[in-house]
């Protein structure tokens, strides 16, 4: 009879620990975001350099139908560049993806897959210097930002309990400033912009 219980117990440990792990529900999530705009161009006397931002908010979950659920998400997301090692050029987007997951359920965890197609709106566009002016060049890439951003993501993740885990790679379709005043090389920079983001959630 006690051999009994313990099976009993265990199994019902199990069940709630999977349906913990498979569970529809809101999210809070957080991270890294670590920013490429200029994959592909070359600005003449102008050196562009990945920088290192970070993303937070909400998003949330459906149940699962044949391994495929939904995850929506609105995140505030700060992306940007360095610029000839001297400016920091800051964006600051309101970004809506929406995550579609294919996993399997291994009872206490889910590992999943995800393709995300994304919108975006930038909120804040500034450019930080160490003291001086800037060139015209950067004070134009900066000024003629574009505020609207969207393109796909690929990534994967796990849910573990309450935890959700996940790491996506992006592509921006869009541009991230027009130069028309300049060369062709520089104009509409830059449709190949990139980022991965790493994100830890909190499930609800």
């Not at 709630?16 to 161009?41: C, M, P, R, V």
């Not at 360095?82 to 309101?94: G, R, T």
Request: charged content about 15%.
């Amino acid at each position: 009879m006690k051999k009994l219980t313990v099976l009993f117990a265990s199994i019902m440990v199990l069940v709630g620990a999977s349906y913990s792990a498979n569970a529809q529900g809101l999210i809070i999530k957080g991270g890294l975001s670590y920013a490429n705009i200029a994959a592909g161009f070359e600005v003449p006397n102008v050196q562009i350099k990945n920088y290192t931002g970070w993303h937070f908010g909400l998003g949330f979950q459906t149940g699962s139908l044949m391994g495929f659920s939904l995850q929506p998400e609105l995140l505030y997301n700060v992306k940007g560049a360095k610029l000839d090692d001297a400016y920091n050029w800051k964006m600051s987007y309101l970004e809506l993806p929406v995550n579609i997951q294919w996993g399997i359920d291994l009872l206490i965890a889910r590992p999943f897959i995800m393709v995300s197609p994304f919108l975006g709106y930038s909120l804040s566009n500034k450019l930080y210097t160490n003291g001086g002016s800037a060139s015209a060049i950067i004070e134009s890439i900066t000024k003629n930002a574009e505020r609207l951003e969207y393109g796909l993501g690929l990534g994967a993740g796990i849910n573990v309990w309450k935890l959700q885990v996940t790491a996506k790679y992006n592509w921006n379709f869009g541009h991230v400033a027009n130069l028309d005043q300049y060369i062709q090389s520089v104009k509409n920079l830059n449709k190949n912009a990139t980022s991965f983001e790493l994100s830890v959630g909190l499930r609800f």
